[in-house]
């Protein structure tokens, strides 16, 4: 029954009927314990590999009580943007601890490390002249940063070094940023970081690197993917993070040269008109990072756990993209399929997300594995042959 002249037809319904439909209606699951290689959902207790936790540190007792410390003399809330009353001790304190690992001039604190990215575009390209060069497969946060942006976007193929080298080289006036993630949040593979440095330099650009799935995981003292390269701020003068990962916290930052660190502080509208992160995730951040050199064994333990399951997993015949990073892929292809696939491997005690559009493009639905060094060696046998077994299951069903 169509609806009657003048009545508006309800869009937000017909968009939630499409996206049930295409298998891209999103469920949340509710999550009853702590993060951890186990956790419990719906009442029953699963391997969890879903997790950005790479460290297992979320839920660690010694930055639990370094948070409760905090919280008894911070209080919880932040009170006010860090521009007016809201940044403590407590953030100066993350901000100089982050500055001395990542070895640059100085760093701030944000949010979140969607703020984070937020920032880097509209400070350093915020004008109509301005154009922002990105990998198509780049974090959300940085592309929705170029949308919102007056400059101009530029999305080069993945990882094609060759065809950004063109696009920047086309422009001949303005500000220029270059932005990649290091590594694909998805897909789970390094950006050829040296080049695209290389190129920036070349043609005048500013060249920044989203770090948030390396830092903590790669490079001397877990210090990210730009130590691991020795790449230092004069080749990338950006470098953005974030806490919530392999840190086990919340929030983010980017750290580089001073100049660069102080127009952020200047003139970045998510830093300026945000409530500082609370005092006490900051305490519990800081701990988080001293831990990164004092518990190395956390990175070898996770780096054994990549290579187990690359191993078990080609034996099973089990097909992984090229990635030597916690998270990896195993492409299903339709979404409705991989959410099939999830749900069969939640009964069967397995936790893994499935990853649809917009999130990757379509027909490369995905079960995004990730591993935490929170995870057992007997955890990753379980996985490899449930996941086995879930694949034959439906592929009988073809």
Not at 88 to 101: F, Y
Request: with cysteine; proline share 4%; glycine share 10%.
């Amino acid at each position: 029954m169509s609806p009657a002249q003048g009545e508006p037809v309800d869009d937000v319904s017909n968009q939630l009927i499409g996206l049930k439909a295409d298998g891209l209606f999103r469920k949340r699951l509710i999550v009853e314990s702590a993060q951890s290689g186990r956790i419990v959902v719906n009442n029953k207790e699963v391997l969890n590999f879903c997790s950005n936790d790479y460290l297992g540190l979320a839920n660690n007792p010694y930055i639990i009580k370094a948070f409760q410390g905090a919280a008894e003399k911070y209080g919880v809330g932040s009170g006010a943007s860090p521009l007016v009353c809201g940044r403590s001790t407590a953030h100066s304190e993350l901000e100089e601890e982050v500055a001395r690992i990542t070895g640059r001039d100085k760093a701030i604190i944000f949010s979140s490390g969607y703020l984070a990215n937020l920032a880097i575009v509209s400070t350093f390209a915020p004008d109509r002249g301005d154009v922002v060069f990105q990998d198509k497969l780049n974090h959300a946060s940085m592309i929705d940063g170029a949308v919102l942006s007056r400059a101009r976007l530029v999305r080069y193929p993945h990882v094609n070094t060759e065809a950004l080298g063109k696009a920047v080289s086309q422009k001949p006036s303005g500000r220029k940023l270059v932005l990649t993630d290091s590594i694909f949040s998805m897909d789970g593979d390094m950006a050829p970081i040296e080049e695209l440095a290389n190129i920036s330099e070349k043609a005048g650009a500013r060249f920044g690197v989203d770090d948030a799935h390396g830092f903590g995981v790669f490079g001397s003292g877990g210090a990210g993917v730009l130590d691991e390269l020795h790449i230092g701020q004069n080749k990338a003068p950006l470098m953005m993070a974030t806490f919530g990962k392999a840190i086990g916290c919340a929030g983010a930052f980017v750290s580089g040269q001073e100049t660069l660190i102080e127009l952020l502080i200047q003139k970045a509208r998510p830093y300026i008109y945000s409530t500082a992160l609370a005092p006490a995730l900051a305490v519990a951040a800081t701990q988080g990072l001293r831990m990164l050199s004092a518990e190395s064994w956390r990175r070898d333990h996770l780096k054994m756990l990549i290579s187990r399951f690359q191993k078990c997993a080609g034996q099973a015949g089990l097909s992984l993209t090229d990635s030597n990073s916690p998270i990896q892929p195993l492409l299903i292809g339709s979404a409705s399929e991989t959410v099939a696939m999830s749900e069969r491997l939640l009964n069967a005690g397995i936790l893994v997300t499935a990853i649809r559009p917009p999130t990757v493009p379509g027909n490369t639905s995905r079960l995004r594995i990730t591993f935490s060094a929170n995870h057992k060696e007997e955890d990753i046998d379980i996985l490899v042959d449930r996941l086995s077994k879930c694949l034959a299951e439906a592929n009988k069903k073809l």
